[in-house]
């Protein structure tokens, strides 16, 4: 199994920067992706990005020329540097890790979840 920790959200004015972290622990070797989704009020969780083992990164249109994922192996974690925040960006983050159960499926292990409150 995979367990992920989130940290860094807050309150920020719009035009404003944050940077998410998750640290991840367990059996990281099985980990396919990792990244991070948010859950708006009144809407689904919709995925923002997420980096595979293999390093390509896959973005939300929203996302796009604004948030970068990037990773630190040595730490086991993952971050999420976000600029030019919206009022629309507020939601709450989650970090999630799909990972290898066995050689035949994935699960997704997901973290508690980070508030980010962007004013307008």
């Known amino acids: 199994q995979v367990q992920l920790v989130e940290s860094g959200g807050g309150l920020v004015q719009a035009g404003g920067s944050l940077r998410l972290s998750c640290a991840a622990s367990?059996?990281?070797?099985?980990?396919?992706?990792i990244g991070w989704y948010r859950q708006s009020p009144g809407k689904q969780r919709e995925l923002v990005e997420h980096?595979?083992?293999?390093?390509?990164?896959n973005y939300a249109d929203s996302a796009k020329g604004r948030f970068t994922i990037s990773r630190d192996n040595a730490k086991n974690t993952v971050y999420l540097q976000m600029n030019s925040l919206k009022p629309e960006d507020t939601g709450v983050y989650y970090c999630?890790?799909?990972?290898?159960?066995?050689?035949?499926?994935?699960?997704?292990?997901w973290g508690q979840g980070t508030q980010v409150t962007v004013s307008s």
């Open positions: 367990g059996n990281i070797a099985s980990i396919n992706a």
């Open positions: 999630n890790a799909r990972y290898w159960r066995d050689s035949y499926s994935l699960r997704d292990s």
């Open positions: 980096i595979t083992s293999g390093g390509s990164t």
